[in-house]
């Protein structure tokens, strides 16, 4: 199944859609967040009439099962360049995720450039470890087998049980079979990675996110995108995950950071 | 005026609550966006019987002058140690400001510790530059006479025209006249600063916010906060602002990001 088919959604009534919360995108039997928060994002672009996510926030309320859904759209501004929106996904009559978003053509925007960041320094994916569900590793998620990952050599070891020791994920994504990409498919691959608790050398396995932001900085090319996503905090029970995506020559597409849970030991 | 008559919520009904948008807390007429965030924290925390925000998103619809307005606050999820709400501000009539926040008791937050970062580097307050509404620089807001900020001296020559050529801005901040701050005094201090534009080489003077997260990671101590924000991708008419926030001993207290909008020149 296609990105595009797993995130689809259907007019029912105005500014409510349904949506199939797709098999094989969950891990563990849990829909991957980043898939749930661009269902959310393709309802809010097709209730507001603009192509690209700027900026998306998603709070998850529960787990989600694959099974047919319902995301009612308000639009709550739409002038000028911009859209804003929020959003409810229910699935079986319970609320699952809340989203805030704000929509645009990304075509259209210019404005200077000043730069003050080094790409994430990435082997070729040729010399990446792919990663896939037939691992033996901490999943495997069977959502991995629904895109292309490759990981940085230097943390790719969790699988075999030996952490980096610093909460990093560092690899290339792209869809499967040469499927186009589009701004969604940027805030799929902003929570698409392992989780980066699984390179520190701390025992916790589980990390559910509570909040996921993605900005998009730039329309989605085609081909690998270099990813690096990295662990800075875990304190008080919680921790930030901050990634970044850029395309094969250089240019940022994405940023993103969500707040995880930590569970007490 | 205390940061805690100024962001009062009033109920009015079942998670309703009039705000005031109180005069002084504003940048050349328009309210400081830290500030009203802060408001919809308030009113969220109200609603929810939580005191204290975890994460909290804010899209900014329109200028908000001061006046009495409006909260609604939609409670999505109640349950365990969480809360989370959505709300929208409404100053006469018009959407200014909408919200999506999880909420919690930071009392209760344990964990393990595990921090990959460096404290910013700052000069002690008193050799730091007082941020004061005398100044002549861009702005001065009036707002900053509200709050007390000392900037970093590297970072403070923007307001004799002499940007540093960095989007940074780094410094001190608490709350007047030894108020208690809380988690929404945190919330405020991540929009608090002048913008990190006024330390780029760039003929941009006005930033508007299109979206800010703040996420509260401690409860929030007394006396000074250590500031940094920073901005490393000014592109495509947009740009991102980093915030981190920690007490006098070294422990992070919050971390924001803010996407903004880089009008065309």
Known sequence: MTFAEATAVQSVADDEYTVR?????????????????????????????????????????????????????????SGGRHATASAMLELDGRPTLVALATV???????????????????????????F??????PGPPSFASQVEMRLHPEDASFAEGRPSGRARMRGWFR?????????????????AFPPTIFNADLPVAWTPTVELTAHVRAAAPPGWWRCAFR????????????GEIWDGSGRLLAESRQLALVPRG
């Open 175 to 191: 869809l499967r079979d040469g499927e186009r990409a589009d701004s969604l498919a940027l805030v799929l691959a902003t929570d």
């Open 21 to 77: 919360v797709a098999e094989g995108w969950d891990i563990a039997g849990n829909a991957n967040g980043g898939y749930l928060l661009a269902i959310m994002g393709r309802a809010i672009t097709a209730a507001t009439g603009r192509p690209d996510v700027v900026s998306i926030t998603g709070h998850y309320l529960a787990p989600a099962r694959p099974s047919t859904g319902r995301v009612a759209v308000e639009v709550v501004r």
């Open 231 to 242: 662990t800075r905090f875990i304190s008080g029970g919680y921790l930030e995950a901050d």
């Open 132 to 137: 896939s569900p037939s691992g033996d590793g």
């Open 104 to 130: 645009t053509d990304l075509a259209d925007a210019v404005g200077p450039e000043q730069i003050d960041a080094a790409v994430p320094e990435l082997p070729a994916p040729d010399d990446c470890v792919a």
